[in-house]
C-alpha cells in the first residue's frame, strides 16, 4: 500500500491536519511519500520521501499551481 | 445571466434521530423536513445577483422524492424563477459523486454563468458536491464562501479558512460557488412571493435520466457516537480532593504508575 | 302671582332681534355642518367597514357611555370633573332649548306657555346651579391643566381656546341673569331659584336701572355670538369630541373582544396585505383619531410608555389622524417607526381604558402585517427564526415536533391518536409541552383532572402552536395555515370540549378560530376547574398561602376572566395581597403581541417592573395563569433581585399541592 500525503503549511507553519497525517501512515504501516509546498523546517521527523515545491514560486495559496504539482507528484 | 441553485430538503437537527433498519442511514420517521441551512445562503445569495444584474434567471435544483418540492418552493418564494425536481425516491443513498453527476449532467450545455450550492449538505456533510459539479463542468470553483461581489463577469469572493483567517479569491464567471455561514442573512418569503411560486415552473426529471457515472463509495454503517463518561467533581477541602484526585490516577490511569 | 319670566325681556322679541338671531344660527349651524362635511370626506379616504349593523345595541352602547359618561368617570380624577361639566352643560342646553321653544314656537303659534309656576322655579334652579357648576368643573380641570399639569398631558392651542370660549359663554350667562333679576326680581320669592344669578345681581343693583338695560342688551348679543362661534368652531378644534367620540361609541367593535380582521389569504386579486398607507386603513381607523381628547389615559397604563420604548398609543392614533389631513400618501410605517409598530405587546390596557372607544391593537397589528407579509420583516433575527422554526416543527421553540406530547407519557395521558374515548381536549400549548418550568404546569393540571376523575386526552405529537404569537406579530399567513391544521385534526376527531392552561391558546381558539369554521366549545383552565370545585368533583384542602395574583392579559382584558381564578385562589387557602394595578389595570408581563420571540433591546424590562410590583405587596408568591407571563416571572426575579423571596407560581400548581 502506497500513501500520498499532501501537507500544508501557512506562514512558515504546518497546520495541524498535517501531523495527523503522519499519524495516520505509521499507524497504517503504509508506505508514503509526502507532498508540501513550504519549508523543510516546518517538517516533525519524518522517514518517508519528501517533494517539496518552493513557496516562493509555487505560492501559499494558489490551487492551480498546487492542483498540478500534486498530479506530477502522483505521476512520479 | 443564467443561474444555477443546488438545494437539499434535509432533516431539521432538532429531530429525535434514529438508525434505520439497514444501519446504513437515518430513520424518515418522526421527522420534520427543511431546507439544508448552507443551501438557503446559496439561494439567497443566487436571489441577490439576480436582484442586482436584473436580467437572470434563476434555476432551483433538488434531488428527491416528491416531498422536496415543499423545500423547492420555498426556494421559489424567495426569488429563483423556476424549479428543476429530479425525481429520486432513493437520493438519500446516493454518494457525492452521483449527486454530483446527475446535477453536473443537468446543467451540461445550459451554459450556466454561476452555480450555487451548499458547502456541505447538514446530515451527510460530505462537502464534495458543489466542488465535484465544478471538475465534471471544467469549471473554477471556490469553496466555503462568506462573502460574494460580483461585477461585470468577475466574481470576487471571500472565503474562510482555518484559524479566522480569510482568502479573497477572484473569478472569472462561469464558476461554481459553495456557500458557508456568514455569507448572507436569508430572506423571509413574502406573501405575494409565495403566492407567485405556487405559480412557477416546477418541473420533475427522472433521475434515470441524468445518472450517467457510477457510485465510487458506499455508506459502510452509521452509529450513534460512543457516549463517552462525564466528568467527575471533586467535593470537599482541598486536601481531601488532592487525596481523591491522587486515588484516581492511580486506579484509572498510568500516570502515577 | 304666577311665577315666570319674560322670555326676551330688554332685547325685544320683534324682528330686529329675531331675524339676526336666526340668521346667525342658521350661519352657524351651516358651517358647522360643512365643518364636518369635510372631515367626512377625509374619513372617506378610508376602506369601509361596517359598523352600522346591530343600531339597538350600538345606540345603547352610546347613550350610557354619552349620557351617563360611563368610561370617562372610569377614572374619577379628572372624569368626574368632565362628567359635572358635561351634565351642567346638558343641562343647560336642554334649558335653553326650552326657551326657544316656548318663545319662537309654542307661545309664538299656539299662546302656550310651560316656563311657569312650579317648573319654572324648578327650571330657574336647576339651570342657575348647573351653570355654576359647569364653572367650577371647569375652573378644576382649567387649573389641573395649566397649574398641575400630570406628566404627558399635551396642551394645544384648541384647549386654551376651548377653556376661554366656555368660560366667557358661562360667565356673560350669569352677567345677563344677573342684570336681568337686578331689574326685574330683587325682592321678590322668585330671586330665591336663581341663588347664583342673585349674587351677580347684588353686585350689578349699584349700578342703576338704565345702564343695567345696556349691559344687558350687549352681554346678550356678546353672549349669543359667542355661542354662535362656538357651534362654528366645534368640527375645528378638540370640540368636535362632542360629536366624534359620542359617535364614536356608536361605531364601536362590537365584538368578540378583541378579535383581529381575518385576512382573506385566498384571494387571487389582492397584492397587498395589512396596510402601509391610509388607502389600506379603514375608515374608522381615521374617525379615531378625531375622536380621540389627548386624555392620555392609553399612554399612562401603556407598559411599553412606562419602560422607556418609543411607543404611544395615543401618539399613533393620532399620526394616522394627521396624516389622513395633511399627507395621506405618505408611508405609515415610516412616519410612526418600526420600533414603535414592534413595541406593542396588545396587552389592550389603552383599549380597555379609552373614554372614546378607540381601537389602538387593531391598527398596529394591520401595519404589522405589512412588515411581514410585504417586507418579511420582524422586529429581530431572532423572531424570524422562530417563525421558521414553526413552520418546520410546528413550534416557536425549535423543538422537534416529535417529542412533544412526551411529557405526559408518564401520566398515562392519551393521545387523541391512540384514543379518542376521553371527557375533554387538552389544548396544551407550545410552553406547557417543551419548556421544563411549564411542563409542571401541565403536570399539575393533569393532577388535578385525573383527582376530578376527568379524562383527558391530548393531541401529542399532532398538535402544534395555536399561531398566536404569530398572528399578533403580523405573521398571518403562518396563523391561519397553523389554525387551518389544527382546525381540521381537532375537529376529525369529534372532540365536544377543549380546555386550555394557555390564556393566548385560549384566546386564539375561542375567538380566532371561529372565523375560520372552528366551533367546539373551548375553556379556561381556570373556569374548567372552578366548576370542578363547584360542583364538588375536585376537593382541594385549603392550606395557608399569602400571594399575589397577576392577571395575564389575554385571560383579563381580553376575556373579562377575573374572578373564576381568584376563586380558586380562595379554595386553595390563598390570601391574595392584590397589586395595585390589578383586574383590568393589571400591568402586561411583557410577552404578549408575539413580543415571547423577541428580544426586549429597548428601554426597561416590562417583566422586572410587574415583578417589583409583585414584590412590593410583600407575599412570598406571585400566582399567574399564563405560561407567557410565568416565563417572564421566573426570568424577572432574577432581574429585579427577588429570586429568593419571591417565587412565580401558576395556580393550577398551587391547586395541585393541595388536593384533598
Given at each position: 500500500m502506497k500513501i500520498l500525503l499532501i501537507a500544508e503549511s501557512r506562514e512558515g507553519k504546518l497546520l495541524g491536519g498535517s501531523y495527523e497525517l503522519v499519524a495516520f501512515a505509521t499507524k497504517m504501516n503504509a508506505e508514503s511519500v509526502m507532498f508540501l509546498v513550504g519549508e523543510e523546517s516546518v517538517l516533525p521527523k519524518y522517514n518517508g520521501k519528501l517533494y517539496l515545491a518552493d513557496v516562493k514560486s509555487?505560492?501559499?495559496?494558489?490551487p492551480e499551481v498546487h492542483k498540478q504539482l500534486i498530479l506530477d507528484t502522483v505521476a512520479k | 445571466m443564467k443561474i444555477l441553485v443546488c438545494i437539499k430538503q434535509v432533516p431539521d437537527m432538532e429531530s429525535k434521530f434514529k438508525v434505520d433498519a439497514g444501519g446504513t442511514w437515518y430513520a424518515r420517521t418522526d421527522l420534520a423536513w427543511r431546507m439544508n441551512e448552507y443551501d438557503e445562503y446559496a439561494v439567497e445569495q443566487a436571489v441577490q445577483l439576480k436582484e442586482q444584474v436584473k436580467d437572470a434567471d434563476v434555476t432551483v435544483l433538488c434531488i428527491g422524492s416528491d416531498q422536496v418540492k415543499e423545500t423547492m418552493k420555498k426556494a421559489l418564494a424567495m426569488g429563483c424563477d423556476r424549479g428543476a425536481h429530479i425525481a429520486d425516491d432513493a437520493a438519500f443513498g446516493k454518494e457525492p459523486f452521483e449527486i454530483a453527476g446527475i446535477i453536473a449532467e443537468f446543467a451540461?450545455?445550459?451554459?450556466?454563468d454561476l452555480i450555487f450550492t451548499g458547502m456541505q449538505s447538514q446530515d451527510r456533510a460530505s462537502g464534495q458536491v458543489g466542488v465535484l459539479i465544478a471538475e465534471m463542468l471544467d469549471m473554477p470553483s471556490i469553496s466555503t464562501v462568506v462573502h460574494f461581489a460580483y461585477d461585470n463577469g468577475t466574481v470576487l469572493a471571500k472565503r474562510e479558512l482555518e484559524g479566522g483567517v480569510k482568502a479573497c479569491v477572484k473569478v472569472q464567471a462561469p464558476v461554481v460557488i459553495t456557500c458557508q455561514l456568514g455569507m448572507n442573512t436569508p430572506r423571509y418569503p413574502t406573501l405575494p412571493n409565495i403566492m407567485k411560486a405556487k405559480k412557477k415552473e416546477l418541473l420533475s426529471l427522472p433521475v434515470q435520466d441524468l445518472l450517467k457515472v457510477a457510485a465510487r463509495?458506499?455508506?459502510a454503517k452509521i452509529y450513534f457516537p460512543e457516549k463517552k463518561g462525564g466528568g467527575t467533581v471533586l467535593e470537599g477541602d482541598v486536601a481531601e480532593m488532592a487525596d481523591k484526585l491522587i486515588r484516581i490516577l492511580k486506579e484509572k490511569t498510568g500516570v502515577l504508575a | 302671582m304666577e311665577f315666570s319670566r319674560e322670555i326676551y325681556w330688554n332685547v325685544g322679541h320683534g324682528a330686529w332681534t329675531l331675524v339676526p338671531m336666526y340668521l346667525l344660527a342658521i350661519v352657524a349651524i351651516g358651517l358647522l355642518v360643512k365643518g364636518f362635511l369635510r372631515r367626512v370626506e377625509v374619513y372617506k379616504q378610508g376602506l369601509p367597514l361596517n359598523r352600522m349593523d346591530q343600531p339597538g345595541r350600538r345606540l345603547a352602547i352610546m347613550l350610557e357611555n354619552v349620557l351617563l359618561q360611563k368610561k370617562v368617570t372610569g377614572v374619577p380624577w379628572p372624569g368626574l370633573l368632565h362628567g359635572f361639566f358635561f351634565w351642567g352643560f346638558g343641562l343647560l342646553v336642554i334649558g335653553t332649548t326650552l326657551i326657544v321653544i316656548q318663545a319662537d314656537f309654542t307661545d309664538l303659534l299656539f299662546d302656550v306657555k310651560f316656563l311657569k309656576g312650579t317648573f319654572y322655579k324648578l327650571f330657574s334652579i336647576v339651570l342657575d346651579l348647573a351653570g355654576l357648576v359647569c364653572i367650577v368643573m371647569l375652573g378644576g380641570l382649567l387649573v389641573r391643566r395649566y397649574f398641575f399639569a400630570p406628566e404627558g398631558l399635551e396642551t394645544k392651542k384648541d384647549d386654551a381656546i376651548m377653556h376661554g370660549l366656555l368660560f366667557v359663554i358661562l360667565i356673560t350667562g350669569f352677567i345677563i341673569e344677573g342684570a336681568r333679576m337686578a331689574v326685574t326680581e330683587m325682592g321678590t320669592p322668585l330671586a330665591a331659584w336663581s341663588p347664583v344669578g342673585l349674587v351677580v345681581a347684588n353686585i350689578l343693583s349699584g349700578l342703576g336701572e338704565a345702564p343695567l338695560l345696556v349691559l344687558h342688551k350687549m352681554t346678550w348679543w356678546f353672549h349669543l355670538l359667542l355661542v354662535m362661534s362656538f357651534f362654528i368652531i366645534i368640527p375645528l378644534t378638540k370640540f368636535r369630541h362632542i360629536l366624534t367620540t359620542s359617535s364614536n361609541y356608536f361605531f364601536s367593535d362590537l365584538g368578540p373582544k378583541g378579535k383581529l380582521v381575518n385576512l382573506d389569504l385566498e384571494n387571487e386579486e389582492s397584492e397587498t396585505f395589512g396596510a402601509t398607507s391610509l388607502k389600506e386603513m379603514t375608515w374608522k381607523d381615521i374617525f379615531d383619531a378625531d375622536a380621540c381628547t389627548l386624555c392620555k389615559r392609553c399612554q399612562d397604563r401603556c407598559p411599553a410608555f412606562a419602560t422607556g420604548k418609543p411607543l404611544s398609543p395615543m401618539k399613533v392614533v393620532n399620526q394616522l389622524g394627521e396624516a389622513a389631513f395633511t399627507d395621506p400618501e405618505v408611508n405609515l410605517i415610516e412616519l410612526i417607526g418600526k420600533d414603535v409598530l414592534w413595541a406593542c405587546t396588545t396587552c389592550r390596557a389603552c383599549q380597555e381604558i379609552c373614554p372614546a372607544a378607540i381601537e389602538h391593537v387593531g391598527k398596529i397589528i394591520e401595519l404589522r402585517r405589512s412588515m411581514v407579509l410585504m417586507e418579511g420583516e420582524f422586529p429581530g433575527e431572532e423572531v424570524m427564526a422562530a417563525m421558521e422554526a414553526t413552520e418546520v416543527n410546528?413550534?416557536?421553540?425549535?423543538?422537534?415536533?416529535?417529542?412533544?406530547?412526551?411529557?405526559?407519557a408518564e401520566l398515562g395521558i392519551p393521545s387523541l391518536a391512540e384514543d379518542t374515548a376521553v371527557d375533554v381536549l387538552y389544548f396544551v400549548g407550545c410552553y406547557a409541552s417543551f419548556d421544563k418550568r411549564n411542563i409542571a404546569v401541565a403536570k399539575s393540571f393533569i393532577k388535578l383532572c385525573q383527582a376530578a376523575g376527568v379524562k383527558v386526552g391530548i393531541l401529542g405529537k399532532e398538535e402544534k402552536c395555536c399561531g398566536e404569537p404569530m398572528r399578533k406579530i403580523g405573521n398571518e399567513y403562518l396563523y391561519q395555515s397553523l389554525a387551518v391544521d389544527q382546525i381540521e385534526l381537532i375537529k376529525s376527531y369529534g372532540m365536544k370540549k377543549i380546555v386550555t392552561t394557555c390564556p393566548h391558546c385560549f384566546n386564539t381558539l375561542n375567538k380566532d378560530y371561529r372565523d375560520l369554521g372552528f366551533d367546539i366549545p373551548v375553556q379556561s383552565y381556570t373556569e374548567f376547574l372552578a366548576a370542578l370545585i363547584g360542583s364538588g368533583k375536585l376537593r382541594i384542602d385549603a392550606r395557608e398561602l399569602s400571594c399575589t395574583y397577576h392577571d395575564s392579559c389575554y385571560l383579563g382584558r381580553h376575556n373579562d376572566i377575573y374572578e373564576a381564578p381568584r376563586q380558586l385562589i380562595a379554595a386553595a387557602g390563598g390570601r391574595l395581597i392584590e397589586m395595585d394595578k390589578n383586574r383590568a389595570e393589571a400591568f402586561c408581563c411583557s410577552a404578549g403581541g408575539g413580543r415571547i420571540l423577541a428580544e426586549e433591546k429597548i428601554g426597561e424590562r416590562i417583566n422586572v417592573r410587574r415583578v417589583e410590583m409583585a414584590a412590593a405587596t410583600g407575599a412570598p408568591v406571585l400566582l399567574s395563569n399564563c405560561p407567557f407571563c410565568l416565563t417572564m416571572f421566573e426570568d424577572g426575579v432574577k432581574g429585579a433581585g427577588v429570586e429568593e423571596s419571591l417565587r412565580p407560581k401558576d395556580i393550577a400548581e398551587i391547586l395541585a399541592e393541595r388536593i384533598r
Open positions: 509555487a505560492g501559499e495559496y494558489n | 451540461k450545455g445550459k451554459s450556466f463509495q458506499q455508506t | 410546528g413550534n416557536p421553540l425549535g423543538i422537534g415536533y416529535a417529542e412533544r406530547g412526551d411529557w405526559a
